[in-house]
């Protein structure tokens, strides 16, 4: 069955830096589009960052343009996302996705989803 864990959350200072990483498995990682959510408590699931199937065109959220980096490596079926200059606004439960088809940045074009994995940025 569809598998997506992830990995590499926590605590960090403002203007750090981490990397979130997404093990996939049972189902063919390189044919599909994938992206990067997240939600803060209180808040709607919000689009962080996409990547298409293959070489993998990007697409990212205004509010992390410049900051993240979104990248996979087929071979090893794991999608990344570097966060750098990372802000007190950055904290949320990330999750990553796999699209179904539709709307990069639409919630409701992915069709499974990780547990998330919380993100803390101190001020």
């Known amino acids: 069955q569809v598998q997506l864990v992830e990995s590499g959350g926590g605590l960090v200072q403002a203007g750090g830096s981490l990397r979130l990483s997404c093990a996939a498995s049972?189902?063919?990682?390189?044919?599909?589009?994938m992206g990067w959510f997240r939600q803060a408590p209180g808040k709607e699931r919000e689009f962080v960052a996409g990547?298409?199937?293959?070489?993998?065109?990007?697409y990212y959220a205004e509010f992390v343009k410049g900051r993240f980096t979104i990248s996979r490596d087929n071979a090893k079926n794991t999608m990344f996302l570097l966060m750098n200059s990372l802000k007190p606004e950055d904290t949320a439960v990330y999750y990553c996705?796999?699209?179904?088809?539709?709307?990069?940045?639409?919630?409701?074009?992915?069709?499974?989803w990780g547990q998330g994995i919380q993100v803390t940025v101190s001020s």
């Open positions: 049972g189902f063919t990682f390189g044919s599909y589009a």
């Open positions: 996705a796999r699209s179904g088809g539709g709307t990069y940045y639409d919630s409701r074009a992915y069709s499974y």
């Open positions: 990547i298409r199937w293959g070489a993998g065109s990007t």
